[in-house]
């Protein structure tokens, strides 16, 4: 890492294979007594080598032990076992005879600096570490740390803040080290403000008031006075100061066009939210005027005044030098308020329907959309608010006439989203292992795919042909084969006899083969589901530690009950003739006169949607815990650190449950007789609704694990609409298309 890219012959590195890095391996607390011992035969050969002892005795010499022993068994076994407790002890023992070596091998000059950092730490501690006073340092502080230690000019753009706490050295040395600190950054701060100066027109530009030019002279005058004088407190203290308003002046200019900008971004995500809302009044309703009648009203009288206002906007850019960027973020919302206005003339007759209902009826509905948005936005941030939105959910069939049609299906409703409403309450995945909820989890999915073959196979119309039974029992087999792997290598792993071949080979046939398999059972509707479900759920099994294994069944079921309910909702809302959900085939495309217009309810759909995508992606853990992943969920297909095969694998765990709830989004579609763009317009609306919001919550502040969770939060939803419709693509490959190994193809008509 540190050898690439460096210039000069300066540079040397000696690393052991990354093979040696397995976590399956019996002590991986040799990864850090080969690093002790590899540095102890170095020092050992320095002190017979004249050359070699001389560079090392030279001044600014880094020396950087990686110790990932550690980390590996603290993955591996957790923090508590036996074994990291070792490895601690073991690299404490290290440590203390390396700080001894290298002591004795500059004579005890007291020029040697020992720096100890870590990029996260492990949960569960209970070091009863109470008595110790804990001192944080933000990450950026540490460059210029180190550049002192060494005596280099601090990094280019370094905005860290010298500890000097952790200097030891004298008062003279801290001061002109926090001098120089603070001219690094004022540099930075008059560069900045130079470029936003030439970018800015005169009459616009407002400067940063604390730190003008005579401020500035002001404060190095009297550090290097007070410095001059002895005064090395009220130098450092000055300084302090300086770096201080330094900064908020670099944040004040980095964050000068930020309500400029803002207000472009706000403009153009709420243009084209209204753009969307008019395609899918003008569209998919029943609500729009015939285009003969507007062609009749009057001519287009928005276009000049676009024009005109695309003309000042790239006038008013050009002026100020403005970067490309400004002009995507200020001429976008043109166009597209452009189309708003030209369409909505089409749109009137909502106008009219929304006056005809019951104000508090609209207020109502109103009231409750935006308080589902909310519930998702903050289940970003808190897991377990999720829980009272599936606690909403179980009441729903209440408030509807569900109840009266069809009772079992709503006691189902109602039970298995109070079950899924409980994953949100339970820790993040990877805290605990619990292997035997994992072979529970296996058994009931088993005994549940056994009951519904068997249903299959008593069906009155006969309609899965009995060769296709063959891909089933082969589906039964790997939830059964997947729950006997993982458990066998578990306990492999606990024995330290490593990861079976025969189980690594099994693993990822299994894997493989879930692709393949349900393109090979009958398209029809519960059938091809079924399919699905099964290959995805011994696929699941395999990458589960604990109590995430029941997630995907449990949803698995509720997406089951949730077909059936709407399809009685359609029934109770009089769309007639509703056809039986076992005839629906999902390779027959529909009649395109059949297809029906959108209508209040179906907004509720679109809802459900996003709501059980958003539990799917949060409903067993958080930005934290995806990023952080547990290692042993991959233990099934390989123990050797690999960062992409294992972050592919713990990818496709992330996105099954995207999936099922995705293809029942897709059987719903079908069975409601509903294109599946208009649908989509829908859940594109709820999410740019979701964008904006995140867009406001975006932080440059704070912790960098403050600000990165909440760029990673604007982006995932920002991401969402392109990942949705490649998601839908996928589904529709994975439910419509078939694979015909024996035989001829049997068709199905509707």
Known sequence: MFAKGA??????????????????????????????????????????????????????????????????????????????????????????????????????????????????????????????????V??????????????????????????????????????????????????????????????????????????????????????????????????????????????????????????????????????????????????????????SQIDKLSKDPFRGTFIVAGVLITCFLLIQASPWTYYIYCLLPVPVWYAVMRECRRTQGIVSLVTANPFCQSFGLLLLFALGIEIMVLSFFYRSVLTLGLIAFAGWPLFTKLWTQTRVMTVCWIVLCLLLAVFPLMPVVGRKQNISLVLSSGLVTFLIASLCLRLLSKSKDKSTDKKYFVAFTYQMLCVALSTYILNSTHSSLELKQGLPLANQLISWGILASSFVVPLLSETLLFQRLLSIFLSLMSTYLLVSTGYEAFFPLVLSCLMFVWIVVEQETLSHHGSSPVQKLVTFDFSCALDITQLRHLQLDDIRRSFFFIFFIVTAFFGTGNIASINSFDPASVYCFLTVFNPFVMGALMMWKILIPFVLVSCAFEAIQLSSLLSSKSLFLIVLVISDIMALHFFFLVKDYGSWLDIGTSISHYVIVMSMTIFLMLLSVFVQVLTTKRVHLWGKPKHHWL
């Open 138 to 291: 933000n990450q950026a502080d540490v460059a210029a740390l180190m550049a002192s230690l060494i005596g280099v000019p601090f990094p280019m753009n370094s905005v860290g803040i010298l500890p000097l706490e952790y200097l030891n050295n004298t008062d003279h040395f801290k001061a002109e080290c926090m001098l120089a600190n603070a001219i690094e950054i004022l540099e930075q701060y008059k560069v900045k403000m130079a470029q936003k100066k030439a970018t800015t027109l005169n009459i616009l530009f407002t400067p940063f008031k604390p730190l003008t030019n005579s401020r500035q002279l002001d404060f190095l005058r009297s550090a290097r006075l007070y410095i001059k004088q002895q005064k090395y407190d009220e130098a450092i203290t000055v300084c302090r100061t300086l770096i201080d308003l330094a900064l908020e002046g670099l944040s004040y200019y980095h964050t000068y066009d930020r309500f400029f900008l803002g207000v472009s971004v706000v403009l153009g995500f709420v243009g084209w939210t209204s753009y969307i809302i008019v395609m899918i009044i003008k569209n998919h309703t029943s609500f729009c005027k015939p285009a």
């Open 7 to 136: 210039t000069g012959d300066h540079v040397y590195t000696y690393c052991y294979p990354a093979e040696t890095e397995d976590f399956a391996a019996k002590d991986a607390s040799k990864l850090d007594t080969w690093v002790f011992d590899k540095v102890k035969e170095f020092f050992l050969t320095a002190k017979n080598n004249a050359t070699l002892l001389s560079k090392i005795k030279q001044d600014r010499v880094v020396f950087f032990l990686h110790l990932l022993g550690l980390d590996t068994n603290g993955h591996a076994h957790r923090p508590m076992s036996r074994e990291y407790k070792e490895n601690v002890h073991i690299v404490d023992t290290g440590v203390k005879e390396i700080v001894s070596i290298i002591n004795d091998l500059f004579e005890h000059d007291d020029r040697t600096a020992f720096v100890f950092t870590s990029d996260h730490g492990m949960t569960n501690w209970e070091w009863k570490l109470e008595n110790w006073k804990r001192t944080d």
